[in-house]
């Protein structure tokens, strides 16, 4: 077993000296998985650290994001009559996508055309050119006043207001 591999392997290696095409397809690979490697491990997300109770809590964008979200909810749904208190948690499906401003690079040569595309960087930074937030799948919510069939149509219009989530996506309980 141990031959047959080093036998590939020695057959690969031949392979990429004398074929331009894979040595072209290996150097855009291998950039991709550096650039890759790049915004997954040394580039980390933005990050806060609080302090509760001794405990040091890290939390990223989409999480700020979703606890702004419920805290927002939590303020106008405890204002709408009859809903008394009021608890929100919003599930995300996804953390923020970021998409980064690129150069195209195309070369002709006589197999037929590459393009290779690199992110533009200004001083070891990415241009960032737009930022997606993330889709939000569900809002669950718990309110004393939920048994009463008005007040829990009104809190699923108030969270339909204040952001886009369809219906389906939206539960209310009542609070105990």
């Known amino acids: 077993m141990k031959g047959k591999f080093s036998e590939s392997f020695k057959k690969f290696a031949e392979n990429i000296k004398t074929n331009r095409k894979l040595q072209i397809g290996l150097a855009i ?3 991709f998985v550096l650039v890759l490697c790049y915004f997954l491990f040394i580039r980390s997300p933005s ?4 302090k509760d109770e001794g ?3 890290i939390t990223s964008d989409a999480e700020a994001y979703a606890k702004n979200l419920e805290d927002k909810l939590e ?4 204002q709408v009559k009859g809903a008394g208190e009021v608890s929100v948690l919003v599930t995300l499906g996804s953390g923020f996508e970021y998409v980064y401003a690129t150069e195209e690079q195309i070369k002709e040569t006589s197999s037929g055309t590459t ?3 690199t992110i533009i960087l200004v001083s070891g930074e990415p241009i960032l050119v737009k930022e997606i937030y993330p889709e ?16 829990k149509v009104n809190l ?5 207001t204040v952001i886009d989530v369809a219906n389906e996506d939206i539960t ?3 609070r105990v």
Not at 47 to 50: A, F, L, M
Not at 136 to 151: K, N, W
């Open 29 to 31: 690979l291998l950039a």
């Open 47 to 50: 990050s806060s650290t609080n």
């Open 55 to 57: 405990q040091s809590v």
């Open 75 to 78: 303020k106008v749904l405890s």
């Open 115 to 117: 393009t290779t595309s």
């Open 136 to 151: 939000i799948e569900g809002v669950l919510v718990s309110a004393t006043g939920a048994d009463d069939i008005s007040v």
């Open 156 to 160: 699923i219009t108030a969270i339909q």
């Open 172 to 174: 209310i309980l009542t």
